[in-house]
């Protein structure tokens, strides 16, 4: 997707800047660069393409519910006073690099997981609970297969008839 964001402080100003758009007074463009308190002023507000999964919850399903060219009045997100236009909806596409992006999710998820695990069975053995006999290895026990017991028989060399 793509959107226009302004970012605000101040709730007041915000309700002013939606007024000017929503009247057409003003363009998004020129009040993002010169009110927005966020990167986005540097791009006239513009943001994208992005996907839904990077943006705040609330903001995503602003977007998804959004037609192209829906104008959003200041809402409350976190500290900011947010207006938020729809420009453009693009479906995913599973690309290569959407590819690899889902891959590296994944494995970031698996490996957040595995650390965690790592973390739970680590706290659980602390170095003072491991005793000597834990850390030395174990010692085989003398049987009567194992081949250098005593109490084995040994195989015997072959005879030779003489």
Same mark, same amino acid.
């Given at each position: 997707m793509i959107y226009s964001l302004l970012r605000l402080k101040d709730a007041a100003i915000a309700q002013e800047l939606y007024f000017r758009l929503e009247s057409? #007074?003003?363009? =998004?463009?020129?009040?993002?660069?010169?009110? $927005? @308190?966020?990167? /986005?002023?540097?791009?006239g507000g513009l943001i994208g393409p992005a996907d839904l999964g990077g943006c705040h919850p609330r903001l995503a399903e602003m977007m998804r519910v959004s037609q192209?060219?829906?104008?959003?009045?200041?809402?409350?997100?976190?500290?900011?006073?947010v207006i938020v236009r729809l420009e453009k909806f693009m479906p995913a596409q599973l690309d290569e690099?959407?590819?690899?992006?889902?891959? #590296?999710?994944? =494995?970031?998820?698996?490996?957040?997981?595995? $650390? @965690?695990?790592? /973390?739970?069975?680590q706290s659980e053995v602390t170095p003072a609970q491991v005793t000597p006999a834990?850390?030395?290895?174990?010692q085989a026990t003398?049987?009567?297969?194992a081949p250098n017991s005593p109490d084995s028989a040994a195989p015997k060399a072959p005879q030779l008839a003489t």
């Open positions: 057409e #007074e003003a363009v =998004f463009t020129d009040l993002a660069t010169q009110y $927005s @308190q966020g990167p /986005e002023a540097n791009t192209p060219g829906q104008l959003w009045p200041p809402t409350r997100i976190e500290d900011w006073w690099a959407m590819r690899r992006r889902l891959l #590296e999710e994944l =494995f970031l998820a698996w490996l957040q997981e595995e $650390s @965690q695990k790592f /973390e739970v069975l834990q850390v030395a290895p174990a003398p049987t009567e297969d």
